[in-house]
Protein backbone atom coordinates (compact mmCIF):
# COMPACT_ATOMS: atom_id res chain seq x y z
CA UNK A 1 0.00 0.00 0.00
CA UNK A 2 1.06 3.26 -1.01
CA UNK A 3 1.24 6.64 0.58
CA UNK A 4 0.68 10.07 -0.47
CA UNK A 5 2.82 13.14 1.56
CA UNK A 6 2.43 16.63 0.34
CA UNK A 7 5.96 19.12 0.79
CA UNK A 8 6.80 22.26 -0.53
CA UNK A 9 5.74 25.32 1.55
CA UNK A 10 3.31 24.59 3.98
CA UNK A 11 0.10 23.32 1.34
CA UNK A 12 -2.24 20.48 2.10
CA UNK A 13 -2.25 17.06 2.21
CA UNK A 14 -2.98 15.61 -0.96
CA UNK A 15 -3.67 11.86 -0.47
CA UNK A 16 -3.74 9.15 -3.12
CA UNK A 17 -2.39 5.33 -3.40
CA UNK A 18 1.04 4.65 -4.64
CA UNK A 19 2.39 8.41 -4.66
CA UNK A 20 4.09 10.41 -1.96
CA UNK A 21 3.19 14.20 -2.67
CA UNK A 22 4.85 17.05 -1.12
CA UNK A 23 3.66 20.26 -0.58
CA UNK A 24 3.76 23.33 1.81
CA UNK A 25 2.39 28.04 2.13
CA UNK A 26 -1.37 26.52 3.73
CA UNK A 27 -1.41 23.44 1.84
CA UNK A 28 -3.70 22.32 -0.97
CA UNK A 29 -5.45 19.60 -1.65
CA UNK A 30 -5.11 17.31 -4.71
CA UNK A 31 -8.23 14.54 -5.90
CA UNK A 32 -7.33 12.31 -8.89
CA UNK A 33 -9.23 13.32 -11.99
CA UNK A 34 -12.03 11.19 -13.54
CA UNK A 35 -11.22 8.05 -15.67
CA UNK A 36 -10.26 9.07 -19.18
CA UNK A 37 -9.44 12.86 -18.86
CA UNK A 38 -6.18 13.37 -20.35
CA UNK A 39 -3.56 16.24 -19.37
CA UNK A 40 -2.68 18.88 -22.14
CA UNK A 41 0.90 18.61 -22.61
CA UNK A 42 0.97 22.99 -24.11
CA UNK A 43 4.96 22.20 -24.93
CA UNK A 44 7.75 19.20 -24.93
CA UNK A 45 10.24 18.37 -23.10
CA UNK A 46 13.80 16.88 -24.48
CA UNK A 47 14.81 15.59 -21.33
CA UNK A 48 18.51 15.21 -20.72
CA UNK A 49 19.89 13.27 -17.61
CA UNK A 50 23.38 14.67 -15.61
CA UNK A 51 24.29 11.63 -13.26
CA UNK A 52 25.43 12.34 -9.68
CA UNK A 53 26.76 9.77 -7.17
CA UNK A 54 23.79 8.94 -6.31
CA UNK A 55 21.35 10.81 -8.10
CA UNK A 56 20.29 10.42 -11.81
CA UNK A 57 18.89 14.08 -12.40
CA UNK A 58 16.32 14.59 -15.74
CA UNK A 59 16.03 18.15 -16.85
CA UNK A 60 15.78 20.19 -20.36
CA UNK A 61 17.84 22.29 -22.16
CA UNK A 62 16.30 25.75 -20.58
CA UNK A 63 17.01 24.57 -16.98
CA UNK A 64 20.68 23.33 -17.23
CA UNK A 65 21.63 25.88 -14.94
CA UNK A 66 19.52 24.81 -12.62
CA UNK A 67 19.70 21.44 -13.15
CA UNK A 68 23.24 21.32 -11.43
CA UNK A 69 22.50 23.52 -8.37
CA UNK A 70 19.65 21.02 -7.93
CA UNK A 71 22.05 18.31 -8.64
CA UNK A 72 24.40 19.26 -6.32
CA UNK A 73 21.39 20.20 -3.32
CA UNK A 74 20.49 16.53 -3.92
CA UNK A 75 23.88 14.97 -3.61
CA UNK A 76 24.29 17.35 -0.04
CA UNK A 77 21.20 15.99 1.07
CA UNK A 78 21.82 12.17 -0.08
CA UNK A 79 25.15 12.05 2.44
CA UNK A 80 23.09 13.91 5.12
CA UNK A 81 20.27 11.37 5.19
CA UNK A 82 22.56 8.74 5.06
CA UNK A 83 24.04 9.89 8.11
CA UNK A 84 21.05 10.62 9.93
CA UNK A 85 19.39 7.65 9.25
CA UNK A 86 22.12 4.96 9.51
CA UNK A 87 21.04 3.89 5.42
CA UNK A 88 22.21 3.75 1.81
CA UNK A 89 19.34 3.38 -0.52
CA UNK A 90 19.94 0.10 -2.64
CA UNK A 91 18.23 2.25 -6.08
CA UNK A 92 19.87 4.82 -7.90
CA UNK A 93 17.35 7.93 -7.12
CA UNK A 94 15.87 9.48 -10.29
CA UNK A 95 15.23 13.33 -10.08
CA UNK A 96 12.97 15.08 -12.90
CA UNK A 97 13.09 19.01 -12.64
CA UNK A 98 10.11 21.21 -13.80
CA UNK A 99 11.72 24.99 -14.27
CA UNK A 100 7.86 26.21 -13.29
CA UNK A 101 4.60 24.92 -11.38
CA UNK A 102 3.18 25.26 -15.04
CA UNK A 103 5.65 22.82 -16.71
CA UNK A 104 5.14 20.44 -14.04
CA UNK A 105 1.23 20.46 -14.35
CA UNK A 106 1.93 18.27 -17.38
CA UNK A 107 4.04 16.00 -15.91
CA UNK A 108 3.01 11.93 -16.46
CA UNK A 109 4.47 10.88 -13.05
CA UNK A 110 0.91 11.98 -11.34
CA UNK A 111 -1.96 10.95 -13.01
CA UNK A 112 -3.71 14.35 -12.12
CA UNK A 113 -2.66 17.74 -12.52
CA UNK A 114 -1.08 18.73 -9.66
CA UNK A 115 -2.79 21.56 -7.79
CA UNK A 116 -0.29 24.80 -6.73
CA UNK A 117 -0.50 23.62 -3.67
CA UNK A 118 1.84 20.23 -4.37
CA UNK A 119 5.60 21.65 -4.62
CA UNK A 120 6.92 18.23 -4.97
CA UNK A 121 6.02 14.27 -5.02
CA UNK A 122 7.78 11.15 -4.54
CA UNK A 123 6.63 8.35 -5.99
CA UNK A 124 5.89 5.13 -4.15
CA UNK A 125 6.83 2.14 -6.73
CA UNK A 126 9.68 3.80 -8.75
CA UNK A 127 10.65 5.90 -6.17
CA UNK A 128 11.00 8.81 -8.66
CA UNK A 129 11.62 12.41 -7.24
CA UNK A 130 9.66 15.05 -8.59
CA UNK A 131 9.56 18.87 -8.75
CA UNK A 132 9.25 22.43 -9.97
CA UNK A 133 11.07 25.40 -9.24
CA UNK A 134 9.29 28.76 -8.36
CA UNK A 135 11.88 31.16 -8.35
CA UNK A 136 13.38 30.90 -4.87
CA UNK A 137 16.16 28.74 -4.16
CA UNK A 138 15.98 28.33 -0.51
CA UNK A 139 12.25 27.25 -0.78
CA UNK A 140 13.54 24.58 -3.62
CA UNK A 141 16.30 23.75 -1.28
CA UNK A 142 14.10 22.59 1.76
CA UNK A 143 11.10 21.18 -1.01
CA UNK A 144 13.87 18.87 -2.40
CA UNK A 145 15.16 17.65 0.76
CA UNK A 146 12.08 17.09 2.31
CA UNK A 147 10.95 15.09 -0.72
CA UNK A 148 14.51 12.60 -0.28
CA UNK A 149 13.60 12.24 3.39
CA UNK A 150 10.44 10.37 1.71
CA UNK A 151 12.50 8.55 -0.73
CA UNK A 152 14.78 7.78 2.24
CA UNK A 153 12.13 6.49 4.33
CA UNK A 154 10.38 4.56 1.53
CA UNK A 155 13.95 2.84 0.90
CA UNK A 156 14.66 2.04 4.83
CA UNK A 157 10.92 0.91 5.73
CA UNK A 158 11.96 -1.46 2.26
CA UNK A 159 14.76 -2.84 3.80
CA UNK A 160 13.56 -3.78 7.38
CA UNK A 161 10.17 -5.60 5.77
CA UNK A 162 12.32 -7.38 3.66
CA UNK A 163 14.71 -8.75 6.70
CA UNK A 164 11.77 -9.01 8.70
CA UNK A 165 8.92 -10.21 7.07
CA UNK A 166 5.66 -9.71 9.10
CA UNK A 167 1.93 -9.66 8.09
CA UNK A 168 1.27 -7.19 9.85
CA UNK A 169 3.73 -3.40 10.38
CA UNK A 170 2.93 -0.36 12.09
CA UNK A 171 1.70 2.52 10.62
CA UNK A 172 2.89 5.76 10.91
CA UNK A 173 0.89 8.67 11.79
CA UNK A 174 1.45 11.67 9.14
CA UNK A 175 2.52 14.24 11.78
CA UNK A 176 6.14 11.53 12.36
CA UNK A 177 7.07 11.25 8.66
CA UNK A 178 5.87 14.80 7.54
CA UNK A 179 7.26 16.15 10.90
CA UNK A 180 10.71 14.44 9.74
CA UNK A 181 10.94 15.64 6.44
CA UNK A 182 10.04 19.05 7.58
CA UNK A 183 12.23 18.78 10.17
CA UNK A 184 15.34 17.72 8.44
CA UNK A 185 14.86 19.70 5.48
CA UNK A 186 14.51 23.33 7.03
CA UNK A 187 13.43 24.86 10.56
CA UNK A 188 9.90 26.52 11.00
CA UNK A 189 9.31 29.77 9.06
CA UNK A 190 7.32 32.77 10.15
CA UNK A 191 3.77 31.17 8.31
CA UNK A 192 4.29 28.21 10.58
CA UNK A 193 5.38 29.91 13.55
CA UNK A 194 1.93 31.68 13.08
CA UNK A 195 -0.11 28.44 12.80
CA UNK A 196 1.89 27.26 15.71
CA UNK A 197 1.45 30.28 18.34
CA UNK A 198 -2.26 30.46 17.12
CA UNK A 199 -3.18 27.11 17.75
CA UNK A 200 -1.63 26.96 21.26
CA UNK A 201 -3.14 30.66 22.45
CA UNK A 202 -6.31 29.76 21.38
CA UNK A 203 -6.21 26.13 23.15
CA UNK A 204 -6.63 24.19 20.02
CA UNK A 205 -3.70 22.34 20.21
CA UNK A 206 -4.41 18.66 20.50
CA UNK A 207 -1.66 15.80 22.10
CA UNK A 208 0.39 13.52 20.28
CA UNK A 209 -2.65 10.55 20.85
CA UNK A 210 -5.20 12.86 19.22
CA UNK A 211 -2.25 13.99 16.22
CA UNK A 212 -2.16 10.19 15.19
CA UNK A 213 -5.35 10.80 13.51
CA UNK A 214 -4.74 14.57 11.96
CA UNK A 215 -4.20 14.93 8.10
CA UNK A 216 -3.88 18.23 6.06
CA UNK A 217 -1.87 21.11 6.43
CA UNK A 218 -1.50 21.42 9.77
CA UNK A 219 0.54 17.72 10.33
CA UNK A 220 3.10 19.53 8.78
CA UNK A 221 4.34 22.88 11.44
CA UNK A 222 3.06 20.60 13.96
CA UNK A 223 5.41 17.43 12.64
CA UNK A 224 8.57 19.82 12.64
CA UNK A 225 8.11 21.15 15.45
CA UNK A 226 7.43 17.99 17.26
CA UNK A 227 10.41 16.43 16.11
CA UNK A 228 12.44 19.64 16.84
CA UNK A 229 11.40 18.89 20.51
CA UNK A 230 11.82 15.29 20.52
CA UNK A 231 15.60 15.93 19.24
CA UNK A 232 16.01 18.05 21.82
CA UNK A 233 14.93 16.51 24.73
CA UNK A 234 15.98 13.20 23.86
CA UNK A 235 18.24 12.81 20.49
CA UNK A 236 18.00 12.86 16.95
CA UNK A 237 19.59 9.59 16.53
CA UNK A 238 16.45 7.63 18.03
CA UNK A 239 14.54 8.73 14.82
CA UNK A 240 17.06 6.28 13.26
CA UNK A 241 15.89 3.73 15.81
CA UNK A 242 12.80 3.62 15.57
CA UNK A 243 12.87 3.06 11.98
CA UNK A 244 15.64 -0.16 12.14
CA UNK A 245 13.26 -1.38 14.66
CA UNK A 246 9.92 -0.73 14.00
CA UNK A 247 9.25 -4.27 12.83
CA UNK A 248 9.24 -5.27 16.52
CA UNK A 249 6.56 -3.79 17.29
CA UNK A 250 2.43 -3.83 17.02
CA UNK A 251 1.39 -0.26 16.54
CA UNK A 252 2.89 2.81 16.46
CA UNK A 253 2.72 3.75 20.25
CA UNK A 254 4.70 0.89 21.65
CA UNK A 255 7.26 1.45 18.59
CA UNK A 256 7.50 5.17 20.69
CA UNK A 257 7.47 3.43 23.78
CA UNK A 258 10.43 0.76 22.76
CA UNK A 259 12.67 3.86 21.31
CA UNK A 260 11.73 6.82 23.86
CA UNK A 261 11.24 5.01 27.11
CA UNK A 262 8.48 6.99 27.34
CA UNK A 263 4.61 5.93 26.90
CA UNK A 264 3.12 8.34 23.81
CA UNK A 265 0.75 10.19 26.95
CA UNK A 266 3.70 10.66 28.85
CA UNK A 267 5.46 12.27 25.57
CA UNK A 268 2.40 14.22 24.74
CA UNK A 269 2.03 15.48 28.20
CA UNK A 270 6.02 16.85 28.14
CA UNK A 271 5.31 18.41 25.02
CA UNK A 272 2.13 20.39 25.25
CA UNK A 273 3.77 21.80 28.64
CA UNK A 274 6.99 23.12 26.23
CA UNK A 275 4.89 24.42 23.86
CA UNK A 276 2.91 26.58 26.00
CA UNK A 277 5.44 28.05 27.75
CA UNK A 278 6.91 28.83 24.32
CA UNK A 279 4.11 30.61 23.24
CA UNK A 280 1.99 31.62 26.35
CA UNK A 281 4.10 34.98 26.85
CA UNK A 282 2.80 36.30 23.69
CA UNK A 283 -0.67 36.97 25.50
CA UNK A 284 0.49 39.20 28.14
CA UNK A 285 3.06 41.04 25.16
CA UNK A 286 0.52 41.63 22.55
CA UNK A 287 -3.09 42.76 22.33
CA UNK A 288 -5.24 39.98 20.31
CA UNK A 289 -6.00 41.05 16.95
CA UNK A 290 -10.37 40.81 17.31
CA UNK A 291 -9.35 43.43 19.94
CA UNK A 292 -7.62 45.27 17.74
CA UNK A 293 -9.25 45.45 14.61
CA UNK A 294 -12.63 45.17 13.07
CA UNK A 295 -13.41 41.94 10.37
CA UNK A 296 -14.77 43.22 7.33
CA UNK A 297 -14.62 39.45 5.62
CA UNK A 298 -14.21 36.17 5.97
CA UNK A 299 -12.31 34.03 3.13
CA UNK A 300 -10.39 37.25 1.99
CA UNK A 301 -7.06 37.29 0.68
CA UNK A 302 -4.45 39.92 -0.84
CA UNK A 303 -6.63 42.67 -0.58
CA UNK A 304 -6.31 45.86 -2.35
CA UNK A 305 -8.47 49.38 -1.36
CA UNK A 306 -9.79 51.37 -3.88
CA UNK A 307 -11.86 54.63 -3.74
CA UNK A 308 -14.37 55.91 -6.64
CA UNK A 309 -14.83 59.37 -7.61
CA UNK A 310 -17.86 59.46 -5.44
CA UNK A 311 -15.58 58.54 -2.31
CA UNK A 312 -16.78 55.05 -1.92
CA UNK A 313 -14.04 52.95 -0.95
CA UNK A 314 -14.18 49.61 -1.93
CA UNK A 315 -11.65 46.82 -0.72
CA UNK A 316 -11.09 44.11 -3.66
CA UNK A 317 -9.51 41.00 -2.38
CA UNK A 318 -9.03 37.19 -3.50
CA UNK A 319 -11.66 34.26 -2.08
CA UNK A 320 -12.42 30.81 -2.44
CA UNK A 321 -15.04 30.72 -0.18
CA UNK A 322 -17.76 29.13 -2.72
CA UNK A 323 -15.58 26.24 -3.91
CA UNK A 324 -13.89 28.46 -6.76
CA UNK A 325 -11.34 31.27 -5.84
CA UNK A 326 -13.00 34.82 -7.42
CA UNK A 327 -12.37 38.02 -7.39
CA UNK A 328 -14.70 40.29 -4.85
CA UNK A 329 -15.52 43.79 -4.02
CA UNK A 330 -16.90 44.97 -1.11
CA UNK A 331 -17.32 48.24 0.89
CA UNK A 332 -14.98 49.26 3.27
CA UNK A 333 -17.43 50.20 5.61
CA UNK A 334 -19.28 47.23 5.43
CA UNK A 335 -21.93 45.86 3.07
CA UNK A 336 -22.95 43.19 0.68
CA UNK A 337 -19.68 41.70 -1.05
CA UNK A 338 -19.89 41.19 -4.46
CA UNK A 339 -18.31 38.85 -7.38
CA UNK A 340 -16.48 40.95 -9.97
CA UNK A 341 -14.36 38.12 -12.14
CA UNK A 342 -15.32 34.24 -12.06
CA UNK A 343 -12.24 32.29 -11.36
CA UNK A 344 -11.56 28.45 -12.06
CA UNK A 345 -14.42 28.25 -14.98
CA UNK A 346 -12.86 29.09 -18.10
CA UNK A 347 -9.60 29.31 -19.78
CA UNK A 348 -8.60 32.62 -19.83
CA UNK A 349 -9.09 32.69 -15.41
CA UNK A 350 -7.70 29.13 -14.55
CA UNK A 351 -5.99 29.90 -11.76
CA UNK A 352 -5.35 33.31 -10.30
CA UNK A 353 -2.32 32.35 -8.13
CA UNK A 354 -3.47 32.84 -4.70
CA UNK A 355 -1.15 31.40 -2.79
CA UNK A 356 1.17 33.87 -4.31
CA UNK A 357 0.09 36.87 -6.69
CA UNK A 358 -2.04 39.78 -5.62
CA UNK A 359 -4.07 42.49 -7.94
CA UNK A 360 -4.25 45.92 -7.74
CA UNK A 361 -6.53 48.68 -8.77
CA UNK A 362 -5.78 52.06 -10.99
CA UNK A 363 -7.25 54.95 -9.72
CA UNK A 364 -9.59 55.46 -12.79
CA UNK A 365 -10.99 51.50 -11.71
CA UNK A 366 -9.08 49.29 -13.73
CA UNK A 367 -8.05 45.95 -11.71
CA UNK A 368 -4.70 44.63 -13.18
CA UNK A 369 -3.77 40.80 -12.33
CA UNK A 370 -2.00 37.67 -13.37
CA UNK A 371 -4.10 34.46 -14.48
CA UNK A 372 -2.77 31.41 -15.88
CA UNK A 373 -4.15 31.31 -19.47
CA UNK A 374 -3.54 27.56 -21.27
CA UNK A 375 0.17 27.06 -20.85
CA UNK A 376 1.56 29.94 -19.35
CA UNK A 377 0.10 32.98 -17.27
CA UNK A 378 -1.47 36.37 -18.88
CA UNK A 379 -1.83 39.88 -17.79
CA UNK A 380 -4.98 41.06 -17.74
CA UNK A 381 -6.64 44.45 -17.62
CA UNK A 382 -10.81 43.92 -16.13
CA UNK A 383 -12.60 47.56 -16.19
CA UNK A 384 -14.79 48.02 -13.25
CA UNK A 385 -17.36 50.01 -15.11
CA UNK A 386 -17.52 47.68 -18.81
CA UNK A 387 -17.36 45.13 -16.28
CA UNK A 388 -14.89 43.38 -18.95
CA UNK A 389 -11.70 42.72 -20.19
CA UNK A 390 -10.03 45.38 -21.83
CA UNK A 391 -6.31 44.00 -22.66
CA UNK A 392 -4.51 40.61 -22.46
CA UNK A 393 -0.96 40.34 -22.48
CA UNK A 394 1.14 37.08 -22.48
CA UNK A 395 5.20 36.75 -23.47
CA UNK A 396 6.58 33.88 -24.54
CA UNK A 397 9.79 34.06 -22.44
CA UNK A 398 8.00 34.29 -19.63
CA UNK A 399 5.96 31.17 -17.83
CA UNK A 400 4.49 32.92 -14.66
CA UNK A 401 3.44 36.46 -13.81
CA UNK A 402 2.88 37.54 -10.06
CA UNK A 403 1.81 40.63 -7.76
CA UNK A 404 1.31 43.49 -10.62
CA UNK A 405 1.80 46.80 -9.16
CA UNK A 406 -0.10 50.03 -11.46
CA UNK A 407 2.52 53.66 -11.94
CA UNK A 408 0.79 55.87 -10.70
CA UNK A 409 0.13 57.58 -14.18
CA UNK A 410 -1.58 54.11 -15.27
CA UNK A 411 0.81 53.74 -18.21
CA UNK A 412 2.41 50.79 -16.99
CA UNK A 413 2.83 47.81 -15.09
CA UNK A 414 5.23 46.33 -13.14
CA UNK A 415 5.23 43.08 -12.17
CA UNK A 416 6.95 39.87 -11.08
CA UNK A 417 7.61 37.08 -13.65
CA UNK A 418 9.03 33.69 -14.04
CA UNK A 419 11.34 32.66 -17.14
CA UNK A 420 11.18 29.60 -18.96
CA UNK A 421 14.77 28.89 -17.67
CA UNK A 422 13.34 29.58 -14.10
CA UNK A 423 14.29 33.02 -13.37
CA UNK A 424 12.14 35.09 -11.14
CA UNK A 425 12.65 38.96 -11.80
CA UNK A 426 11.14 42.35 -12.44
CA UNK A 427 9.54 43.24 -15.43
CA UNK A 428 7.29 46.47 -16.59
CA UNK A 429 5.22 46.67 -19.21
CA UNK A 430 4.06 49.81 -21.37
CA UNK A 431 0.17 49.56 -22.14
CA UNK A 432 -0.05 51.71 -24.82
CA UNK A 433 3.19 49.65 -27.02
CA UNK A 434 2.69 46.30 -24.97
CA UNK A 435 6.61 46.79 -24.57
CA UNK A 436 8.17 44.25 -22.10
CA UNK A 437 11.18 46.05 -19.94
CA UNK A 438 12.99 43.85 -17.70
CA UNK A 439 14.08 45.18 -14.62
CA UNK A 440 16.24 43.02 -12.74
CA UNK A 441 18.59 39.99 -14.23
CA UNK A 442 19.56 37.74 -11.78
CA UNK A 443 18.95 34.20 -10.04
CA UNK A 444 17.76 36.19 -6.83
CA UNK A 445 13.87 35.73 -6.34
CA UNK A 446 12.46 39.48 -6.69
CA UNK A 447 8.72 39.33 -5.88
CA UNK A 448 6.04 41.62 -5.35
CA UNK A 449 7.10 44.93 -6.67
CA UNK A 450 5.15 48.31 -5.68
CA UNK A 451 6.09 51.49 -7.79
CA UNK A 452 6.02 54.25 -5.24
CA UNK A 453 3.84 57.40 -5.56
CA UNK A 454 6.26 59.59 -7.15
CA UNK A 455 6.60 56.67 -9.84
CA UNK A 456 10.20 56.73 -9.69
CA UNK A 457 11.07 53.78 -7.42
CA UNK A 458 9.80 50.37 -7.00
CA UNK A 459 9.79 48.62 -3.74
CA UNK A 460 10.45 44.92 -4.11
CA UNK A 461 11.08 41.55 -2.16
CA UNK A 462 14.05 39.74 -2.43
CA UNK A 463 16.74 36.98 -1.02
CA UNK A 464 19.90 39.02 -2.51
CA UNK A 465 21.54 39.23 0.86
CA UNK A 466 23.58 37.28 3.29
CA UNK A 467 20.69 35.92 4.77
CA UNK A 468 19.24 34.71 1.06
CA UNK A 469 20.22 31.04 1.54
CA UNK A 470 18.08 30.90 4.73
CA UNK A 471 15.29 31.87 3.38
CA UNK A 472 14.95 35.44 4.45
CA UNK A 473 13.54 38.14 1.89
CA UNK A 474 14.42 41.98 2.63
CA UNK A 475 12.66 44.89 1.24
CA UNK A 476 14.73 46.58 -1.65
CA UNK A 477 14.08 50.29 -3.58
CA UNK A 478 14.75 50.26 -7.46
CA UNK A 479 15.34 53.24 -9.28
CA UNK A 480 14.00 51.72 -12.53
CA UNK A 481 16.37 54.35 -14.29
CA UNK A 482 19.58 53.27 -13.67
Not at 224 to 229: A, D, K, Q, Y
Not at 306 to 322: C, I
Amino acid sequence: MGFVASSGRRLLLAGCALLLVAGSAGRASAQLGAFGQNKIHFRGFEWQILRGEHVDLYFYPEEEELARVALAYAEESFHLLTEKLQHVPRRRIPLILYASHADFEQTNILPFVPPEGILGVTEFLKRRVTLPFNGSYPEFRHTLRHELVHAFQLSLETEVAEQYPRTRRPALPLWFTEGMAEFWSAKQDSRDEMILRDIVVSGLLPGLPELTFVSGGVAYPLGGIIHEWLADAYGEWRVAVLFHDLWKYRDFAEAIAGTYGRSLAQLSEEWVHWMRRRYYPVVSEREPLDLQARPISALAVKPAVFASDSGAAQVFYLSPRTGYTNIYAEPLGGGQARVVVEGERSTEFESFHSFYSRLDVSPDGVIVFGSKYLGRDALFLWNLERQEVVARFQFPELVSILSPSWAPDGKSVVFSGLSVAGYSDLYRIELATGRLERLTTDRYQDVDPSVGPDGKTVVFASDRTAFGPGGSLNLFLLDPET
